[in-house]
């Protein structure tokens, strides 16, 4: 499975950009799982150039960079596949805290994030990863 994931408000508790916040442990969790499960992850960012590589390097410190494969692009398989890298990441699960409900507030859809990771990290030790679409938040 390819999982797509953002940065500033999903991998880190809050969107504080360009600063960075602290680490959400859930996420930590998830991507380290989900890694060690053979899942193909991106880091899927607004962040670029010098704002991409600070988080790089956030990442690196948490021992996690190693778990992403790509940066802003889509996987090399998948491309190759289509022909092309258009700019819209191809993903089978993309999580990130701008795909909720506009009207929820920061903490709802860090509460709800936090939920996705923790489940996501449940199911896939039962072995049933497409069970984690059908999560009701």
Not at 12 to 17: F, G, I, L, S, V
Not at 118 to 129: D, E, F, H, Q, R
Request: aromatic share 10%; proline share 1%.
């Amino acid at each position: 499975m390819i999982i797509a994931i953002d940065f500033d408000g999903t991998i880190t508790e809050t969107n504080e950009y360009p600063q960075i916040g602290k680490l959400r442990k859930s996420a930590k969790k998830f991507i380290k799982h989900a890694h060690k499960q053979g899942h193909t992850l991106i880091l899927y960012t607004c962040r670029e150039n010098y704002d991409l590589e600070k988080a790089k390097n956030f990442l690196e410190k948490n021992d996690l960079l190693k778990c992403f494969s790509c940066f802003n692009e889509n996987d090399k398989e998948r491309s190759q596949i289509y022909g092309n890298d258009c700019r819209k990441i191809g993903c089978d699960w993309l999580i990130d805290d701008k795909a909720f409900a506009p009207w929820l507030t920061n903490n709802e859809i860090s509460e709800r994030i936090d939920v996705i990771f923790k489940c996501a990290v449940s199911y896939m030790k039962l072995g049933n990863i497409k069970k984690i679409i059908h999560i009701k938040l």
